[in-house]
């Protein structure tokens, strides 16, 4: 399989809203809240005109989406944390059908690197839920900080921003 990575278009939105109703569906058959009511909000940040979303593609198919944001929200993160410069990556969706080729991992790869080439010192990210911890903890992602908010738990993630020596082999399929 042949990966690339590319800012969303508006013509994604389909796309996207099909990529967040598969990961939805199986979200619900493993007894897990899904996104299906926040579908076509987070399809319409493809054509958000800040760039801040992009489509992972396999063969030329949208299989995955994120946003990315060059401020970190300031939540329970201290000033320090604030002030360091860093990537916030939300809302990466993948789909479900493809995950043997781990493109959540892929998304979060890409991210580190390219958080590195911009000299920048982290990649920050946050979830909801004890199963997203582990398996960001896998990508090696780090627990910094867990809040509590009205809807429950916020986990606030980090990892720092590396280069990824084999990341263009990983985008060329080989």
């Known amino acids: 399989m042949r990966f690339s990575i590319r800012p969303a278009r508006p013509d994604d939105v389909q796309s996207v809203t099909g990529i967040v109703l598969a990961r ?32 992972l593609e396999a063969d030329g198919r949208a299989i995955g989406c994120t946003t990315v944001t060059d401020t970190t ?22 789909d479900p059908a493809l995950r043997e080729a781990k493109p959540g ?5 890409w991210a580190v690197d390219r958080a ?21 903890q896998r990508q090696g992602f780090t627990l910094i900080h867990e809040m509590r908010k009205t809807h429950g738990p916020m986990y606030l993630m980090g990892r720092r921003a590396q280069r990824i020596e084999d990341l263009e082999d990983r985008f060329n399929g080989h």
């Open 73 to 94: 929200p300031p939540m329970a993160w201290t000033a320090e944390e604030l002030a360091q410069p860093s990537l916030y990556l939300y809302s990466t969706v993948t």
């Open 105 to 109: 991992a892929l998304i979060a790869l």
């Open 116 to 136: 590195a080439r911009e000299g920048r010192q982290w990649v920050r990210r946050g979830c909801r839920f004890p199963s997203l911890v582990s398996y960001y």
């Open 24 to 55: 939805s569906a199986w979200l619900e058959e493993h007894g897990m809240p899904s996104w299906r009511a926040d579908a076509e909000k987070l399809a319409a940040l493809t054509a958000s005109p800040d760039g801040s979303m992009f489509i």
